[in-house]
């Protein structure tokens, strides 16, 4: 009936593994933890081994990314069904699987039925703060904004998927680095017209970057997001989902673009440090992203590549 996959990186996934385990166990269902080790220190290997008691454990000897390990998992996988947990999410609630169950048994369910993602109530320390800030505002949308926009909303955490369906569309492989795999299934998903089902079955999102690492990783992000809009020959219909993409391309219809980097630029190095400290306002964040892209877009340009 399910199969739960979960990809892991130099991460303690014990928790988690231990929580599914206890509740496959109270249930008649069919259901399957398979778990996928992409490379990880040796440090957090060592913490998997025990965990083999409880799931099929695979450990690759080097990091093959984002993409390829999701669709191994997929291809282990034994039931009609994926569900999709990132490694260093937490369980909250007791009737989580049962929750999903339930949805899947039904034979109108959609094709993909995402569950969400939560962060701590409570602010974290100021090393902490931006992505706490950024995820709290942005990531944790409304559930009407997430009906009216279902691809846009896309994320692949905590996602079940039809196993036919994934295997039609699946990860596209090219992506190796961090960013933006989850917006670009997402577009998939939407020329493929596949339906999408939202409903409020989250897992807790604890792990959170330190400002230092998140903007290294905002930085990453970006540039992928660059990289895949050149595999798809420009799409506007994919530029749409990603709401700093559309900024991006809409300053330069304007051509107004060299006139914001021109403004941004003496304000760079005071912006960075406050985001570094997790301080000021997110349009700060965006302005940020937005020069980001500028810069990334002028060394492509400079290298012809």
Known sequence: MLSICIPIYNYDCTDLIKDLAHQIKQMPEAVELLLADDGSEQSYREKLQPL????????????????RIRNLLSEMASYDHLLFID???????????KNYIKLIAQEDHADVICGGSKYPEKAPSQEHLLRWRYSKSREEKGRSYIKNKPYKSFTTNNFIIKTEVFHQIRFDERIRNYGHEDTLLGYELSKAN???EY????????????????????????VNLLRIESFLEQSKDFRNLVP?????????????????????RPFKGFVKQRLLHGKGPLVLFDFYRLNILFE??????????
């Open 52 to 67: 083999s008691e409880f799931c099929k454990l695979t450990l690759l000897k080097e990091n093959i990314g984002r993409a």
């Open 87 to 97: 490694g260093d999410s937490s369980i909250i609630h007791d009737h989580y699987l």
């Open 194 to 196: 596949r339906s999408i």
């Open 199 to 222: 409903c409020s079955n989250p897992v807790m999102n604890g792990d959170l970057d330190n400002n230092v690492h998140f903007l290294e990783k905002t930085s990453l992000g970006l």
């Open 244 to 264: 700093i993409l559309a900024l991006y391309h809409k300053l330069q219809q304007l051509k107004i673009d060299r006139l914001f980097q021109l403004f941004f």
């Open 296 to 305: 990334e877009k002028s060394k492509i340009k400079s290298t012809g590549s």
